[in-house]
């Protein structure tokens, strides 16, 4: 059974960086596309950041830009996102996501794995 966990959320002042890393356990992260999506409060679940099972391409939304890159590590099986020049609108709860079915995909529909989610809070 594919499992995923996300870790390194937390609270960090307006400007500061924060490291999200989402483990991929049962099977092999080569097979997957990934993809980052958040939540805030009263908001529906929008996409952040995704990458290619393929060759490693990428795609982002606007508003992180420049901001916060997606990588991945398949020999640890982990997917990662950095976020620098965090703002309190980036408050969100966090979550990564795993398919096979896409090469890369922004739409959360595509996605069959899901992990828990890792709160981060912006202070201003």
């Known amino acids: 059974q594919v499992q995923l966990v996300e870790s390194g959320g937390g609270l960090v002042h307006h400007g500061g960086s924060l490291r999200l890393s989402c483990v991929v356990s049962?099977?092999?992260?080569?097979?997957?596309?990934i993809g980052w999506f958040r939540q805030a409060p009263g908001k529906e679940r929008e996409g952040v950041l995704c990458i290619s099972r393929i060759d490693g391409s990428t795609y982002h939304t606007d508003s992180v830009k420049g901001r916060f890159t997606i990588s991945r590590d398949n020999a640890k099986n982990t997917a990662y996102l950095q976020m620098n020049s965090l703002k309190p609108e980036d408050t969100a709860v966090y979550y990564c996501?795993?398919?096979?079915?896409?090469?890369?995909?922004?739409?959360?529909?595509?996605?069959?794995?899901w992990g828990q989610g890792t709160q981060v809070t912006v202070s201003s």
């Open positions: 996501a795993a398919t096979t079915g896409w090469d890369i995909s922004q739409n959360e529909h595509d996605y069959k794995y």
């Open positions: 049962g099977s092999t992260l080569d097979y997957y596309a």
